[in-house]
């Protein structure tokens, strides 16, 4: 199937954004690819425009200028941890920012399809079922950063209604090279990394162990945002979609296969700043979806995700 002429990413510089930029390249060689980012350069885009999701005029002019096809919207405060810190600059940007794009697409660029990336974090309290949930689960976010997608994810749901172009990805938790040290398994490589440096003593702080979580290679992820720009025709119009593995992994195994990669002995100490005030203990996500409509499944091993996520990790604390 043909791709789309030309695809303008928001929050391209992110650790999502870069891995996308470098797989649509990949995918459509073709295309033109616009690349949002306030931090220069990103490698295989064709140019960088300076979207700001809180300046509503701007926003408008850059998106008629540029007409994409597609706009692939990763651009959000994403980190759980943050949005529990600041929750007001959490909704500022997910929400208010998001749903202003969607309208100057809707009014102004109707033939442009919205991609939107949404999150698993918005089914929430429906994991404690013990369940593996597919996209007719209840939303029951439990965090503020939950919270705003899952409030997002059905106001567009909604404009979609009102003719919005729109498609949208519920990723599960995403792991690879690139990630920062706000989410889980990238702490604890970055923490390794210190240790094996002697930047840090041998003592690593973490949250709840006793979790299990559905886990995918962000590779695999941006191998689900590019089938959909190849099927976007066929695609019922403002679909939800789930991209998970299927499979629930604990969280202190996935600690003790990083550790097992280190040259270090290292203690484990539980922090209590690290816990969440409200969590589930299980989350598994049903891909079926993805696969009927976008022929879509992980295909990365996980062992390889754990290895260049801590020698990334190795080659930033080092550098």
Known sequence: MAGPDCVLITGASGFVGRHLVAALRARFPASRLLACSREGVVEGADAIVPLDLEDRDGMARLLLEAAPDAVVHLAAQAAVGASFRDPMATWRVNVDGTLALAEIIRTR???????????AEIYGLSF?????????????PANPYAASKAAVDVALGEMALRGLRLVRLRPFSQVGPGQGPDFMTAAFARQI???????QLPVMQVGALERWRDFMDVRDMCAAYAAVLERAETLPPGVAINVASGTSRRVGDVLQALLQRSRMTITVEPAAHLQRPTDVERVCGDAGLARRLLDWTPVRR????????LADWRARVGG
């Open 128 to 140: 404690r079922s013990g369940l593996t949930l597919d996209e007719t689960a209840a939303l029951q």
């Open 193 to 199: 990394a210190r240790i094996e440096q002697g930047l």
């Open 109 to 119: 660029l109707p033939r442009t399809l919205l991609v939107h990336a949404s999150s």
């Open 302 to 309: 996980w062992d390889d995700t754990l290895d260049e996520l």
